[in-house]
């Protein structure tokens, strides 16, 4: 079973970046397409940004367009998300999460795995 760790999360004043890294184990990273969520207090878990498994084909959320990035290094089974500009309203857990197929996905009840989280916060 594969196994998400992310990391990168922290608090940052708004306008700044941050860079999360989600690394997983087992070996069907590479075949497995993988996507980010948030989730703020109080609030559902939302979508925020997805990839195919070869990294070929990104799609996002509207709220982050132009401000993030998702990225991987199947070499390093490795999923990343470049965030700049942050704003407050970007506070939030935010979550890895696998899924076993090759296309991107964006709902969160799709998803085979996950991983326990990073909390991200941007102070105004």
């Known amino acids: 079973q594969v196994q998400l760790v992310e990391s990168g999360g922290g608090l940052v004043q708004a306008g700044g970046s941050l860079r999360l890294s989600c690394a997983a184990s087992?070996?069907?990273?590479?075949?497995?397409?993988m996507g980010w969520f948030r989730q703020a207090p109080g609030k559902e878990r939302d979508f925020v940004a997805s990839?195919?498994?070869?990294?070929?084909?990104?799609y996002y959320a509207d709220f982050v367009k132009g401000r993030f990035t998702i990225s991987r290094d199947n070499a390093k089974n490795t999923v990343y998300l470049q965030m700049n500009s942050l704003k407050p309203e970007d506070t939030a857990v935010y979550y890895c999460?696998?899924?076993?197929?090759?296309?991107?996905?964006?709902?969160?009840?799709?998803?085979?795995?996950w991983g326990q989280g990073t909390q991200v916060t941007v102070s105004a």
């Open positions: 999460a696998g899924v076993v197929r090759t296309w991107m996905v964006t709902t969160a009840s799709e998803y085979d795995y």
């Open positions: 087992g070996r069907t990273f590479s075949r497995n397409a």
């Open positions: 990839i195919s498994a070869s990294g070929a084909s990104t």
